[in-house]
Every structure is written in C-alpha cells, then in structure tokens.
T-cell receptor, first 112, second 114 residues
Framework: GENVEQHPSTLSVQEGDSAVIKCTYS??????FPWYKQELGKRPQLIID?????GEKKDQRIAVTLNKTAKHFSLHITETQPEDSAVYFC???????????FGTGTRLLVSP | SAVISQKPSRDICQRGTSLTIQCQVD?????MFWYRQQPGQSLTLIAT?????????ESGFVIDKFPISRPNLTFSTLTVSNMSPEDSSIYLC???????????FGAGTRLSVL
C-alpha cells in the first residue's frame, strides 16, 4: 500500500519567518496531493492541493511544490503569523485513488 | 465544497455499550469515509461507506466492531460497538465530491469511554 512520510514532526518559527514541511510517498502513480490544517479541537481543513500535471501552486502566503521524480511534495508558508500555528497533514491517494492516506502530521508553532 | 453535519459532537459512554454517530451532507456526494483520530495522532481510515452495499473496511477494523450504514448519497452512520476505554478517540466523517479526490471533513465526534 501507499506509504507517506512527513517531516518534521514539530516546527517552531518566529513570526515573519518561512516554514517548510515535506512529505514523501511511494506510489509513483499518485496524482493528487492535498495539505490539511487542523487547529486544536477543530476539523481538518483543506488549505491547498496540487495535481501531478503542475510543479507548483500558490495561494497568497502558502504554496505547494511537487517533485514527481523524487516522489515528494512540500508545503511552504511565508511570512508566518501566530494564527498559522496548527497541525498540518499531507495526504496521498491510495486504493485505486478513491481514499487518502495521511502523513503523521507536523505541529507548527509560530511565536510572536 | 460541502456542508457536513456530524452528531453527536461529543459523548461519554460506559464500557460495553454502543454509540451511533451520524453524518449528514447538504448535497449528494460520491464517497463517504469514516476516520479515527487518537489524541495527538494522525487520521486513520476505518472504512469507506458504500451506498447501498456493505462498507469496505481497512486492515485492523471489522464490521462487528464498527458497523456502518449508508442508505443514500447524503447520509451515513458509524456505530462503535461494545465499547472499551481504548475506543476513546475522535471519529470523523469525510466526503468526497465528484470533482476529483477532494475530501471535506465533519467536525468530529469526541468519544470518551469510561
């Protein structure tokens, strides 16, 4: 089955710094790569996703890059703010690409 | 996107009892899923709820413990049966719309078993 590794498990930055979270996957046929943000006590929220036909996608301060050859994709957050503090999960399709397998999560702490 | 209503939002139950969690979507969706999220952990897929047929369970999860129903394209239930303290967790439903693999999550049910 699909194997997803996510690093780092925790990340502490100062407000205004950039943060990068990386995920690697095993199935080279995977074609959809979402990132979810989960604030404490809340549901996971889709914040950005990318499909395999592009290498990068941006939405204001967040971006996702994809390297299909190396089978990894990364979440980039620029000009971090305290409200970016949360747990971030990557995910990859599996099982005929109907379901998602989630990474282990990264706890991001942005200090003022 | 989809508006997902999940209830109850939380419950405290006695061991040996069962709890049924409901998930209602405001529009017809192709796929519905049930996840478990233990404290401080990632999301683990329990099963895919199939409309009109038996759910598809992931390794480590069985129908006798987690029976699932999906009578139509907007509603599903997950029952946690014969509960023990190890079942204390957050249970989340998610739906996948017809537009690609995008999944949206319900607010979750926080279950505590005494």
């Amino acid at each position: 089955g699909e194997n997803v590794e996510q690093h780092p498990s925790t990340l502490s930055v100062q407000e205004g710094d950039s943060a990068v979270i990386k995920c690697t996957y095993s199935d080279s046929a995977s074609n959809y790569f979402p990132w979810y943000k989960q604030e404490l006590g809340k549901r996971p929220q889709l914040i950005i996703d990318i499909r395999s036909n592009v290498g990068e996608k941006k939405d204001q301060r967040i971006a996702v890059t994809l390297n299909k050859t190396a089978k990894h994709f990364s979440l980039h957050i620029t000009e971090t703010q305290p409200e970016d503090s949360a747990v971030y999960f990557c995910a990859v399709p599996a099982g005929g690409f109907q379901k998602l397998v989630f990474g282990t999560g990264t706890r991001l702490l942005v200090s003022p | 996107s989809a508006v997902i209503s999940q209830k109850p939002s939380r419950d405290i139950c006695q061991r040996g009892t069962s709890l049924t969690i409901q998930c209602q979507v405001d529009s017809q969706v192709t796929m519905m899923f049930w996840y478990r999220q233990q404290p401080g952990q990632s999301l683990t897929l329990i099963a895919t709820a199939n409309q009109g047929s038996e759910a598809t369970y992931e390794s480590g999860f069985v129908i006798d413990k987690f029976p699932i129903s999906r009578p139509n394209l907007t509603f599903s239930t997950l029952t946690v049966s014969n509960m023990s303290p190890e079942d204390s967790s957050i249970y989340l439903c998610s739906v996948q719309t017809s537009t690609g693999n995008i999944q949206y999550f319900g607010a979750g049910t926080r279950l505590s078993v005494l």
